[in-house]
């Protein structure tokens, strides 16, 4: 159903969509490094953009890198990060096409900003604000996701040694992931992780009702 708009608003779409998120991280991930610009200024704190007018904060809370590691072994982690999430995205667009891609991780970005600012309207102790690595986490996970359902058979290296298909990685995954989802500390952290899960169900429900009628 999605697919039959692509003819409509297919000059809206963005080619290699994937690149343009790990780019934007990086620059922003420089710039943070370096002092130019806070990490604090970039969040998406909704009492902020509707009391002080900071719009932009609309925009740039998804392209928060997941971390803001020195020089080492954490950048090498941000890195691998970045590079899986472009080879997993590139293969989704040439499976998908780019228009779905793009409706995939716009719902994302959509669905993140209409549960910030509705949770303004609940009453609590916490600031409402998108921790940009759960945000990370849930989108990334979910791309993973639709990659292992679209190619189950693929092998990665777990740990670079381990060869495993990515079915049973995306089976660890889920089980860690529904552990950091009972783990974590906000609202807003939950209601995320359950908006990308929802999301991906929305996506691949066909799918997944093929699978289960299979097993």
């Not at 007018?53 to 971390?67: C, D, E, K, M």
């Not at 997993?88 to 998908?96: A, C, G």
């Not at 992780?193 to 093929?210: E, G, N, P, R, S």
């Amino acid at each position: 159903k999605l697919k039959r708009l692509e003819a409509k608003y297919k000059d809206w779409t963005i080619e290699n969509i994937g690149f343009y998120i790990v780019g934007l991280q990086a620059v922003f991930y420089l710039l943070i490094l370096s002092g130019l610009i806070s990490l604090e200024s970039l969040l998406l704190i909704p009492a902020k953009v509707i009391g002080e007018g900071q719009v932009w904060r609309l925009f740039t809370f998804g392209f928060i890198p997941p971390a803001i590691p020195d020089l080492g072994m954490g950048l090498l982690y941000l890195i691998i990060n970045w590079y899986v999430f472009i080879i997993i995205s590139q293969y989704l667009e040439s499976y998908w096409g780019s228009f779905l891609l793009n409706l995939y991780c716009l719902f994302v970005f959509v669905s993140t900003l209409i549960a910030a600012f509705l949770l303004l309207w609940i009453p609590s102790e916490f600031l409402v604000f998108v921790n940009p690595q759960v945000f990370f986490y849930s989108f990334f996970f979910i791309i993973f996701l639709a990659f292992a359902v679209s190619n189950p058979e693929y092998e990665m290296l777990l740990f670079f040694v381990l060869p495993l298909k990515i079915k049973y990685l995306a089976l660890i995954s889920s089980v860690f992931y529904v552990l950091s989802f009972l783990g974590a500390v906000t609202l807003m952290d939950k209601i995320l992780m359950l908006i990308c899960v929802f999301i991906f169900i929305v996506f691949f429900y066909d799918t997944i009702k093929f699978y289960l009628k299979q097993k």
